[in-house]
């Protein structure tokens, strides 16, 4: 049922219902960023989980991901091997998840370790999930 445009351009000074519908039709893909269903949210490096949860907008199209299916790629004790953390390093994550990469991250270490924890971020910031949905998931995991 969608009507397309005549392929020859008319004068923009005439006014014509079919200037008016081409206008419409122009108007509604600049709307579409404004409706939350195309637009995505602007995520900046470093952000937090709560600073990711922020920047999507409220209206935003939610569609939740298993947290099993979430946490997965956390578990491969590969992904922090780079990190030679020592068997007395604990650490808790949680991180938030659009399109498939990590947008927001909280890392905890125990004891304290600011470069075990910059190097956990680094390597959870280089996962690409599977599943890459436009929406923002948050998954918690702790080794």
């Known amino acids: ?3 397309t445009p005549p392929p020859a351009p008319e004068p923009a000074s005439e006014s ?3 200037d008016g519908e081409a ?3 122009s108007g509604e893909g600049e709307g579409k960023p404004k409706a939350g269903a ?3 949210p602007e995520f900046k ?3 937090s989980v709560e600073e990711a949860i922020a920047a ?3 209206d935003a199209q939610r569609m939740n991901l298993d947290g099993d299916t979430l946490g997965k790629p956390l578990m491969d004790q590969k992904l922090y091997e780079p990190c030679k953390l020592g068997q007395n390093q604990k650490f808790k994550v949680r991180v938030a998840i659009w399109n498939g990469k990590a947008v927001g991250l909280d890392v905890t270490t125990q004891p304290n370790n600011p470069k075990a924890k910059e190097c956990i ?3 959870i910031r280089s996962v690409t999930w599977r599943d890459k949905v436009l929406s923002l998931n948050t998954v ?3 080794m």
């Open 1 to 3: 049922m969608e009507e």
């Open 16 to 18: 014509t219902p079919a």
């Open 23 to 25: 206008t419409a039709e």
């Open 38 to 40: 195309g637009a995505e």
């Open 45 to 47: 490096e470093g952000m």
């Open 56 to 58: 999507v907008p409220r």
């Open 121 to 123: 971020a680094t390597q």
């Open 140 to 142: 918690e995991f702790s």
